[in-house]
């Protein structure tokens, strides 16, 4: 069974650092993209970007390019959202998800992570 | 960079017809994905390349895609399909993807 499992909830405080991971099973984990996806409280879906493990290549959203970073570890099938410096506004769910049938990185996500909460407050 | 305006919410009665539009320029030369996301969960996937269903969702979803308006439709409505629905293509322009504003269905 193909499987992403995300790391779970975080509390942090504004100006501090944050890693959360997306661990994938069940598929060959280099062949295939990730993408990242942010939903703020009561508001909808934002592509924020995505990593091609296979050769570590990414692709950023404008609106997340030098925001945020993406990285993979293959030994550990896993990949990683992170931010250097975190402000309230990233107060989000954040969802890394795949197409499990299109190799391109350009269909749509039919298999989803559970979802990390992230709540940055002072 | 590329916009998919969708209507904010669809009202319809249980057994009736639902469609929900994804508005964006030349959409027609894209290919759209459509998410069903009920309350506290994360998305699933519809809908894929305009028409396609993934396993294990109903035949009552459909869509279509032409010019410059994507549609899903939802046939013969159940109060299980009250959600937020959103498109998305991926923009070859900009090598990106693109979600639309998404539109909340309400079953009366």
């Known amino acids: 069974e193909v499987q992403l499992v995300q790391s779970g909830a975080e509390v942090k405080k504004p100006g501090e650092s944050l890693k959360i991971s997306c661990k994938a099973s069940g598929y060959s984990f280099t062949d295939y993209w990730i993408g990242w996806v942010r939903q703020m409280p009561g508001k909808g879906l934002e592509w924020m970007g995505s990593?091609?493990?296979?050769?570590?290549?990414?692709k950023y959203s404008p609106s997340f390019q030098g925001q945020v970073t993406t990285s993979s570890a293959k030994s550990i099938s896993t990949a990683y959202l992170q931010w250097s410096s975190l402000k309230a506004s990233d107060t989000a769910m954040y969802y890394c998800a795949i197409s499990s049938y299109d190799s391109s990185g350009q269909g749509g996500f039919d298999i989803w992570g559970q979802g990390t909460m992230v709540t940055v407050s002072s | 960079s590329y916009v998919l305006t969708q209507p904010p919410s669809v009202s319809v009665a249980p057994g009736q017809t639902a469609r929900i539009t994804c508005g964006g320029n030349?959409?027609?030369?894209?290919?759209v994905h459509w998410y069903q996301q009920k309350l506290g969960q994360a998305p699933v996937l519809v809908i894929y390349y305009d028409t396609d269903r993934p396993s294990g969702i109903p035949e009552r979803f459909s869509g279509s895609n032409s010019e410059n308006t994507a549609s899903l439709t939802i046939s013969r409505v159940e109060a299980g399909d009250e959600a937020d629905y959103y498109c998305q293509v991926w923009d070859i322009h900009t090598d990106h993807y693109v979600f639309g504003t998404g539109t909340r269905v309400s079953v009366l």
């Open positions: 990593i091609y493990p296979g050769d570590s290549e990414t």
């Open positions: 030349n959409i027609g030369s894209k290919s």
